[in-house]
């Protein structure tokens, strides 16, 4: 039989030629970065946090000094052209350390971050998509975890396994993965009921093809965005259980650690308090601002 | 209601149960020998396998699980400290009051300081005031709270003498401990406030009641804010979660003999039933802060009553079908 080829279709096909080349693609994700590269405010968050990634890469040909230098004739130096953030009270460069120190916070939350949301999201995928009983015993777990503040429970994990970055951070995406969880269950809910994941289970989309193929990526967006925050509050936490002595120990640069000691010294030598406080609030400042954008942009209510 | 009020009791059961079961694995997974930590390292061989018979070390994991609950649910026993000697609970309980007074006045504080800079950002959008005020809540939210404690302690104890620079003896001293534990938490209520009142401000029953010629003060603040503030208040209960978090760190940098510095404490001498005692009661005030807060919420929200309303109409309607 001929293939049928009527002036309509004709049509489409000059118009398709002629368009060839010139249709900008569109998909939400394209959308969302569109929007987001409008707003300034997270594009600087997206660059500090890729200026920090340089350093920590680059932080060997940065630093003039290793991590643990000690000079003991230079002990508690202030700011100098020498030592431009001043010597710590071992003699070492405050300065080496804090570049160093890029290699350890940022991260160490990140770490912490993605297991919780793995560990969460496989909860919460199977919680979301079983429904029912299965989804109530998940949950009601989820909340005898919860009913102890989270800093509390990563402090008790971190206090009964011992010092070391391996323990803090499990301490860490433990005491965290019950939240982490509800988030990406929330997400994959307000999905699930939508046409496209019905057409899926008709045309007989497996229950993992259903939920990594088609649930999943329509719910990454509030994921995505929770996951930005997150990442700021694990290194908040990294940084607080360091600084009480509960997390990542010295001689490791990490900027929480450098300060457990900067209490006593607030009278001598003030300025050991400045620099590493600093560094953890810009690196989380940076994540703020662009989860912020992130939101925003991703978020179709507010456009 | 009430089928709520005693489902949200019953609850707290497991809960409980649940925070002794991992507590209790936590001091299991513990590496070291609380036997060498009460009798020393060089006591006899005797000696040592006397303490683990009388801490009851050599029975099995799930009946030491089922002592160790029993202990606490019915007598309230949760041991003896090992540094001290003295009930865990008692030496808790004396402290706890301090805990507890540190995080709800920050949080108290927090909402009182925060709440109108909010309302002010969202109605003046896009002002100097609101820039300002949002840039400080961004700080807030990012800022370190021990480190904000340190550099509040240089600033106002050390350098200007205004205020102590440990212990809460005197009203003075309060100030720093409260602010750094609300902190983060002002930075937070401010920036949820302004967006949930910009999105309150929006809708229709606002223009109606200016539409009626209200005055913009009712307006803002009897007809707005009263929605706008539904969020905040329903996660007033997992702020003080992160308070209660706060306070054992304020606890440390300003000296306050409160259950977080006696759990840090604890920590460094490796007392492990005076760290388990004080997560399991700060678990469980945290569990009753929760339900006060559930209840207060379901009695404020009334979308939460009517729904509880008409579940119970239902089932009357249905009982009166069956008969």
Redesign the interface.
């Known amino acids: 039989m001929a293939k049928l080829y009527t002036p309509a279709m004709a049509a489409i096909d000059k118009k398709k030629a002629r368009l060839k080349g010139k249709v900008q693609k569109s998909s939400p994700g394209r959308e969302a970065w569109k929007r987001l590269r409008r707003n300034k405010l997270a594009i600087a968050g997206l660059v500090i946090l890729i200026i920090l990634v340089l350093i920590a890469v680059f932080a060997p040909f940065i630093a003039p000094e290793g991590i643990d230098n000690q000079v003991l004739t230079r002990r508690l130096q202030p700011p100098s052209s020498e030592h431009i953030m001043g010597t710590d009270e071992f003699g070492r460069d405050i300065f080496s350390r804090i570049i160093y120190g890029t290699q350890i916070s940022f991260p160490v939350g990140l770490i912490c971050t993605v297991i919780a949301f793995a560990l969460g999201g496989v909860l919460a995928s199977i919680a979301a998509f079983k429904g029912g009983r299965v989804d109530n015993v998940i949950m ?2 989820m ?3 919860q ?7 990563a ?3 971190a ?4 010092n070391g970055i391996v323990n803090l951070v499990l301490a860490i995406s433990l005491s965290t993965m019950p939240a982490r969880s509800r988030v990406i269950r929330a997400a994959i809910l307000t999905v699930k009921s939508n046409d496209y994941i019905e057409s899926a289970r008709a045309i007989g989309a497996s229950s993992t093809r259903q939920l990594l193929k088609y649930m999943l990526p329509n719910a990454m967006g509030p994921i995505l965005t929770a996951f930005t925050f997150s990442v ?1 509050t694990a290194i ?1 936490t990294v ?2 259980m360091s ?4 997390g990542i120990t010295p001689p490791t640069p990490e900027w ?1 650690s450098m ?1 457990s000691s ?2 006593a010294l ?2 001598t030598a ?1 300025y050991t ?1 400045y620099f ?2 600093l560094m ?2 810009i690196t ?2 940076a994540l ?2 662009f989860g912020d954008g992130l939101r925003d942009a991703l978020d179709p209510r507010l456009k | 209601m009430l089928r709520y009020i005693v489902k949200r009791l019953l609850w707290m059961i497991p809960v409980v149960i649940g925070v002794l079961c991992i507590v209790f694995v936590l001091s299991v997974v513990t590496p070291g020998d609380p036997v060498t930590t009460l009798v020393g390292a060089d006591a006899s061989a005797e000696a040592k396998e006397a303490m683990r018979e009388k801490l009851g070390l050599n029975d099995p994991v799930y009946v030491r699980f089922a002592n160790y609950v029993i202990k606490i649910v019915t007598k309230g026993d949760l041991g003896n400290s090992y540094t001290s000697n003295q009930p865990v609970k008692t030496e808790i309980l004396d402290r706890f009051p301090v805990t507890l007074k540190l995080t709800i006045a920050s949080v108290i504080v927090a909402l009182l300081l925060s709440v109108p800079l909010g309302i002010i950002s969202a109605v003046k959008r896009y002002s100097w005031i609101d820039n300002l005020s949002m840039a400080l809540s961004l700080i807030g939210v990012s800022i370190p709270q021990f480190w904000f404690a340190l550099l509040t302690l240089l600033l106002f104890a050390v350098n200007l003498r205004w205020l102590p620079a440990s212990g809460i003896s005197s009203v003075k001293g309060w100030v720093l401990p409260v602010l750094m534990i609300g902190v983060g938490n002002m930075g937070n209520f401010a920036r949820t406030t302004r967006a949930s009142m910009l999105e309150v401000i929006q809708q229709d029953y606002i223009r109606t009641a200016r539409a009626k010629g209200q005055k913009e003060a009712t307006v803002i603040i009897k007809h707005g804010l009263r929605n706008a503030l539904i969020p905040i208040v329903a996660n007033v209960g997992n702020v003080v979660g992160i308070s209660l978090g706060g306070a054992v760190i304020a606890e440390n940098i300003f000296s306050v003999a409160g259950v977080g510095k006696y759990m840090l404490d604890a920590i460094n001498s490796r007392d492990w039933p005076a760290v388990q005692g004080g997560i399991i009661l700060l678990a469980i005030a945290f569990s009753i802060i929760m339900l006060i807060m559930d209840l207060l919420y379901a009695a404020i929200d009334p979308r939460l009553k009517s729904e509880f309303r008409a579940r119970g109409r239902k089932k009357a309607g249905r009982k009166l079908q069956v008969a």
């Open positions: 009601r777990f909340d005898i975890f009913s102890i503040p989270p800093l509390l429970f402090i008790a994990i206090a009964s396994l011992g700021a908040l940084s607080s600084y009480i002595g509960l929480g300060l900067s209490k607030l009278r003030p308090l590493p406080g953890i609030m989380v400042l703020n601002l």
